[in-house]
């Protein structure tokens, strides 16, 4: 009976031991590397060496302060923007969907199915300077003539908006397709007009939902730098475009280093402070 | 189910209130499908596109109808083999995270033992990264232990980031199942790997199945770690990248019009079925 009892408590472990081996190696460790590559100095041509060089952290931070505070800006902007027009949307689905719920879904994560660059570079195509979007705002005075919407940080907002909406609308739906109806028929039976109801019965139980909407849409729009790269110009490029540029052109990996921890460190910092304060404890699953 | 006190307080609202109900209700609907029609927007230009025929080098203004972009699908050097890789890669990445996902989300759901949260932590933790920290990081690794950079340390990405995915995919199912089916097996003297191979894996095929193709179509659209340990080879995503600085050519819209309608019959018929499940049940 012990063996038995033994065997059984080995076997969570196996379980666990391959994939867990897996992130250990390749996403915890690297971590660590990504810390001790930041502490080093030099240069390309003679090579780089672990000198506690603390300096990158502040360098970067001197250097690309504005770089940083756009990421945040863009990434706030955008998922703000995906929570207001999406939670309309996934009511409506949730609610109103009936037999279509299904379909519908498949529309709202329908962008995912094109490769994100592609859909991407299709916003450069509606945004251009000569297209419909640029033409329609220019007759209702909301772009001078002559001006353009590519290559500004709108474009970017817009974009990042775009590429990451489903991220919002899929939590949100999820969390008030599960609220019980007969909650706000109660409401409404105690005289809540359907106004009242929804901000006292629906909204509070939808929140979960739209925490998680806001971290899985505000996470990846940080470190994004596609949208900037292809929509934006150098005067909206975010943090991402540096550390990019930082590692795969310039090859100055101790800067890039720096830079991608202190994004990693700010955003974690902010998802802790969020979770704390909206009281989620839930969101490890 | 409404109760008595709903009959007697609708006549009340009177038919202004009714009116603005209907209105309301309709600006929603409406609403939803200028929703729609904008995120459907970049699709239909991709698809469009895919049949221009561009005068310069990049495919921005509509100028006539061609065929030949499909027909030619595989002229520009270097898509074709950049396509290749990418399935090649997504091909073992999620057939390897899909089996590493499931045996974790089974020890998670399963078996209570010591550092269950601390695993669950680790586990949501690459999801709530952002895709460059985890491309610089896994770089800096590979550098620091002098790996060349190519098909293994991309496909070691692949795998490390559909992990995640794929058990959260898997233990969702997992939690939804009764664990008495699994009891029942036990008392019936099966044991653990009979119960497993008879019951428990039928019973999570469709969540395996849905991680697999999940692992599969990120994998496929993966751009900002792959670029970081791609070296010189040339995924799909890295040779769009490469191409949207001097020229889009129309067969990328091709391509990417092809991967959107596999992925969608794939899905559709995901929607199907399980509509037929739960007409039936």
Not at chain 1, 212 to 222: D, E, K, M, S, V
Not at chain 2, 194 to 206: D, E, M
Request: charged share 10%; proline share 4%; aromatic share 14%.
């Amino acid at each position: 009976m012990g063996f038995l009892h033994q065997r059984r408590g080995l076997t969570p472990y196996l379980l666990l031991a391959p994939g867990m081996l897996w992130l250990a190696v390749f996403f915890l460790v690297p971590l660590g590397f990504l810390i001790y590559q930041s502490l080093q100095s030099g240069s390309i041509d003679f090579g780089y060496a672990f000198t506690w060089a603390w300096g990158n952290y502040w360098d970067a931070i001197k250097g690309y302060r504005g770089e940083f505070e756009r990421s945040f800006e863009y990434a706030g902007l955008a998922t703000l923007i995906a929570l207001v027009v999406s939670y309309p949307v996934a009511y409506w689905i949730a609610f109103r969907g009936g037999r279509w719920k299904n379909l519908l879904l498949l529309f709202i994560v329908a962008p995912f199915f094109v490769t994100y660059l592609i859909r991407t570079l299709a916003w450069e195509t509606i945004l251009s300077d000569r297209g419909l979007v640029v033409r329609l705002l220019t007759d209702i005075h909301l772009v001078s003539p002559g001006g353009r919407v590519l290559a500004t940080g709108t474009a970017v907002v817009a974009g990042i908006t775009y590429n990451f909406l489903p991220f919002m609308a899929l939590p949100v739906y999820v969390s008030l397709e599960q609220i019980d109806q007969t909650l706000i028929e109660a409401a409404e039976d105690l005289y809540a007009s359907k106004w009242l109801a929804f901000l006292r019965v629906t909204l509070p139980l939808s929140l979960p939902g739209v925490v998680a909407g806001t971290l899985l849409t505000f996470i990846p729009a940080a470190g994004d730098f596609i949208n900037a790269q292809l929509l934006g110009s150098p005067t909206s490029h975010m943090i991402g475009n540096v550390i990019n540029s930082k590692f795969n052109e310039l090859i100055d990996y101790p800067a890039a280093a720096a830079m991608s921890f202190i994004l990693m460190a700010i955003i974690l910092a902010m998802v802790l402070v969020y979770a704390r304060a909206v009281g989620t404890e839930k969101l490890t699953g | 189910m409404t109760s008595v006190a709903v009959e007697v307080e609708r006549p009340r609202r009177g038919a202004f209130a009714g009116a603005w109900v209907f209105v309301r209700r309709h600006v929603l609907t409406v609403y939803s499908l200028l929703f729609f029609a904008y995120l459907l927007l970049p699709i239909g230009v991709v698809v469009a596109f895919s049949f221009n025929h561009p005068k310069g080098r990049f495919n921005f203004t509509w100028e006539r109808f061609t065929l030949s972009n499909w027909t030619h699908w595989n002229a520009i050097p270097g898509i074709q083999s950049a396509l290749e890789l990418s399935l090649e890669i997504a091909l073992i990445a999620s057939l390897a995270a899909t089996a590493l996902g499931t045996l974790v989300a089974l020890a998670l759901v399963r078996y209570g033992f010591r550092g269950r949260g601390t695993t669950n932590f680790i586990v949501f933790l690459p999801l709530s990264t952002p895709e460059i920290v985890l491309g610089a990081s896994l770089l800096t690794l590979f550098l620091n232990v002098s790996t060349p950079l190519g098909f293994w340390t991309i496909l070691i990405a692949h795998v490390m980031f559909c992990v995640s995915f794929a058990v959260v995919t898997v233990k969702a199912r997992l939690i939804g199942f009764d664990r008495y089916l699994e009891e029942a097996a036990m008392d019936l003297g099966a044991n653990e790997w009979t119960t497993f191979r008879k019951v428990t894996l039928p019973l999570i095929a469709p969540a395996i199945l849905a991680a697999l193709l999940l692992c599969f179509a990120i994998s496929v659209d993966d751009f900002v770690v792959t670029y970081f340990v791609a070296g010189s080879r040339v995924t799909f995503p890295i040779f769009v990248w490469g191409a949207a600085r001097v020229a889009t050519p129309p067969q990328i819209n091709v391509i990417g019009t092809a991967i959107f309608g596999i992925a969608v019959t794939l899905m559709l018929g995901n929607v199907f079925l399980q509509n037929r499940r739960t007409k039936r049940a």
